[in-house]
């Protein structure tokens, strides 16, 4: 079984502070995608040591904000950074891999693809929403591209957009806000409708309402479980036929915390 994991950390050193590591120790993943690192290159190996770890970081533009990264105890065949969207500011980050996965019984070694995507939440009526739907719109075409030739691929991260009603608790007062806008939510419906990538979250978590998997650190929303289900693994046909199960960690207490999100854990029979 091959483990991956996707997590906003919330920045890798508050994440750590809090607890991460004690989590990584429990699950043990072969991957873990991460967004809103928070942090450079070598502030990611000193919490992930390359001794142990194979990574790969896109930073944000701006100090202390977004960047997302891959990290995996398999090596990586290519790295590729970024969409090349010449999209401004940090509306959404992306770095993509392949992995060689071992076969069973001599079976030659297939090549999976990994992509950890990060798009930042979009304020309605202001430029950030024009760079979120400018930065969907090159998600879409990759995503297009990587579904053409049939292989072995997950995508998963923050997408900052609840798909339907029973992606967030509270969705008749979000309807006209970003993450729950219908303008948003098409995007996903493309992505499944037309695209065939498949929602393991909701495939394996029921008919809902959730699991959510981001909860404000504000207020009683983690204990009365007011969230939004805005965290994915998406993965090609081929793949998600070999999911097993997908897991929200979803942490024992508000204290136990170590980021406003809970990874989404997916193990694939690989």
Do not use: C
Request: hydrophobic share 45%; aromatic share 8%.
């Amino acid at each position: 079984m091959l483990t991956v994991a996707t997590v906003n950390v919330n920045g890798i050193r508050a994440a750590f502070r809090r607890g991460m590591g004690e989590w990584l120790d429990v699950r043990k993943p072969d991957v873990l995608l991460l967004q809103e690192v928070r942090g450079s290159d070598e502030i990611l190996a000193d919490h992930l040591s390359p001794d142990e770890w194979h990574l790969a970081h896109e930073a944000g533009h701006a100090k202390g904000r977004a960047g997302v990264a891959i990290a995996t105890r398999l090596p990586m065949s290519a790295v590729r950074i970024g969409l090349g969207t010449g999209v401004t500011g940090d509306a959404g980050r992306w770095v993509e891999a392949d992995l060689a996965v071992a076969g069973e019984d001599g079976t030659p070694a297939r090549t999976l693809t990994v992509v950890s995507a990060y798009l930042h939440s979009g304020t309605v009526g202001t430029p950030s929403m024009d760079e979120k739907f400018a930065f969907l719109e090159h998600v879409t075409a990759r995503l297009a591209e990587l579904a053409a030739d049939g292989r072995l691929a997950v995508v998963a991260g923050d997408v900052n957009i609840a798909h339907r009603e029973v992606d967030i608790k509270n969705w008749r007062g979000n309807v006209k806000k970003a993450g729950f806008l219908p303008e948003e939510r098409a995007y996903l419906d493309r992505w499944f409708d037309e695209l065939g990538w498949r929602d393991l979250g909701r495939e394996h978590g029921g008919d809902g309402p959730g699991p959510f998997t981001w909860w404000s650190w504000r207020g009683q929303a983690f204990d009365n479980d007011a969230g939004w289900r805005i965290d994915y693994q998406l993965a090609t046909p081929a793949l998600a036929d070999l999911a097993r199960t997908v897991t929200v960690d979803r942490a024992a207490t508000y204290d136990a915390r170590f980021s406003d999100h809970a990874p989404l854990v997916a193990e694939y029979a690989l």
